[in-house]
Antibody, heavy 127, light 107 residues
């Protein structure tokens, strides 16, 4: 059974950097069949895709957050990570990591759907 | 960005009812549409992928249909455990986007 588990500080000060790690069990982050992504959800609101990373380290980020995001993958530890810089109260949310199925044509590859998801971790930005 | 619009935003129905949730994309997304169920305090769970394929382990009372810009999620024979918020998500564009959600309550 594939499981994903987020970890990291639950409280981050404004202007600092949010750092989260997702640990994967039951599957390998080096697999060529999947992307590894981050999604967030402010309290009482909808879901926002943050971005994704592939085993090779290639990334795609949401343009709305692109200037502040860094994602990385450590296949030796079977983990991938998110860093979001210069946080404000608007970045307060539950952050989920998730696996997405990767599909490719002759010219490009894309995410298909997210399954499974981690349980989520609440990150609050406050002084 | 491809905007995903769900309707209604909330509904209340009785056990045994047939419930339909609609998701409309701002442009054609072929069948690149997925549905998720989220219960309070829990992560979303994949129900339907590629518009109409039922994820393994999901009860057959859930079904999806549509292509292009208009999609539906149907719950036939609504059960108490179906009380949740449902989200659609498009995977046509590299920038993945979700609908705003539909909260289903049991009368």
């Amino acid at each position: 059974q594939v499981r994903l588990q987020e970890s990291g500080p639950g409280l981050v000060k404004p202007s600092q950097t949010l750092s989260l790690t997702c640990t994967v069990s039951g599957a390998s982050t080096s697999s060529g069949d999947f992307y590894w992504g981050w999604i967030r959800q402010p309290a009482g609101k909808g879901l926002e895709w943050i971005g994704r990373i592939y085993a090779s380290g290639s990334t795609v980020y949401n343009p709305s957050l692109k200037s502040r995001i860094t994602m990385s993958v450590d296949t030796s530890k079977n983990q991938f990570s998110l860093r979001l810089s210069s946080v404000t109260a608007a970045d307060t949310a539950v952050y989920y990591c998730a696996r997405s199925v990767r599909s490719c044509s002759s010219t490009t590859c894309w995410d298909k759907w997210f399954d499974p998801w981690g349980q989520g971790t609440l990150v609050t930005v406050s002084s | 960005d491809i905007q995903m619009t769900q309707s209604p935003s909330s509904l209340s129905a009785s056990v045994g009812d047939r419930v339909t949730i609609t998701c409309r994309a701002s442009q054609s997304i072929s069948s690149y549409l997925n549905w998720y169920q989220q219960k309070p305090g829990k992560a979303p769970k994949l129900l339907i992928y590629a518009a109409s394929s039922l994820q393994s382990g999901v009860p057959s009372r859930f079904s999806g249909s549509g292509s292009g810009t208009d999609f539906t999620l149907t719950i036939s024979n609504l059960q108490p455990e179906d009380s949740a918020t449902y989200y659609c998500q498009q995977s046509y564009s590299t920038l993945l986007t979700f609908g705003g959600g539909t909260k289903v309550e049991i009368k």
